[in-house]
T-cell receptor, first 113, second 111 residues
Framework: GAVVSQHPSWVICKSGTSVKIECRSL??????MFWYRQFPKQSLMLMAT?????????EQGVEKDKFLINHASLTLSTLTVTSAHPEDSSFYIC?????????FGQGTRLTVV | LAKTTQPISMDSYEGQEVNITCSHN???????ITWYQQFPSQGPRFIIQ???TKVTNEVASLFIPADRKSSTLSLPRVSLSDTAVYYC????????????FGTGTRLTIIP
């Protein structure tokens, strides 16, 4: 079946630095990918829709200058958390539709210290 | 997108059948109902999807009444490894539609 892969699975970074998370569709092309954030014991919250070849669409309340999204190819979207702070520590998950079904990456645990 | 309502949590003993119901009163004509399972520190995993009546696969069954305003995920003979959060989502089956997650149901299986 279709697979969506995220890298890295976890990352620890210092406050003020930037972190890039990659999301790849391994055996299908995805013109659209989605980025979610999940805090402990909470549901997934949609952050933005990543569109290949165009600007991402951000959900209300998500800072587009802080969470930079690049969807440079049909199989790769990246989320860069810029000038990370401890409150950005969370579990980030991407997804893409392979046909009519949504597939999710394994998630990236970001810890900002 | 139709909003969904599920119980926040459920407990069950090993070996029992577990039924989790989801309400989606505003479901649209072209909407499908999809259930996902999520383990801690993992992305959600597809369980089952249906439009009406009953759908069954190797891991679960999905029951959808005629009015489609609710659906029930049935897990037969649960084991400890079924402890997870289960999400019910409603949306059209055409791909590229952003999925909005509700609270989900935290299922705990007791030995």
């Amino acid at each position: 079946g279709a697979v969506v892969s995220q890298h890295p699975s976890w990352v620890i970074c210092k406050s003020g630095t930037s972190v890039k998370i990659e999301c790849r569709s391994l055996d299908f092309q995805a013109t659209t990918m989605f980025w979610y954030r999940q805090f402990p014991k909470q549901s997934l919250m949609l952050m933005a829709t990543s569109n290949e070849g165009s600007k991402a669409t951000y959900e209300q309340g998500v800072e587009k200058d802080k969470f930079l999204i690049n969807h440079a190819s049909l199989t790769l979207s990246t989320l860069t958390v810029t000038s990370a702070h401890p409150e950005d520590s969370s579990f980030y998950i991407c997804s893409a539709f392979g046909g009519a079904e949504a597939f999710f990456g394994q998630g990236t645990r970001l810890t900002v210290v | 997108l139709a909003k969904t309502t599920q119980p926040i949590s459920m407990d069950s003993y090993e070996g029992q059948e577990v039924n989790i119901t989801c309400s989606h009163n505003n479901i649209a004509t072209n909407d499908y109902i999809t259930w996902y399972q999520q383990f801690p520190s993992q992305g959600p995993r597809f369980i089952i999807q249906g439009y009406k009546t009953k759908v069954t696969n190797e891991v679960a069954s999905l029951f959808i009444p005629a009015d489609r305003k609710s659906s029930t995920l049935s897990l037969p003979r649960v084991s400890l490894s079924d402890t997870a959060v289960y999400y019910c989502l409603v949306g059209s089956n055409f791909g590229n539609e952003k999925l909005t997650f509700g609270t989900g149901t935290r299922l705990t299986i007791i030995p």
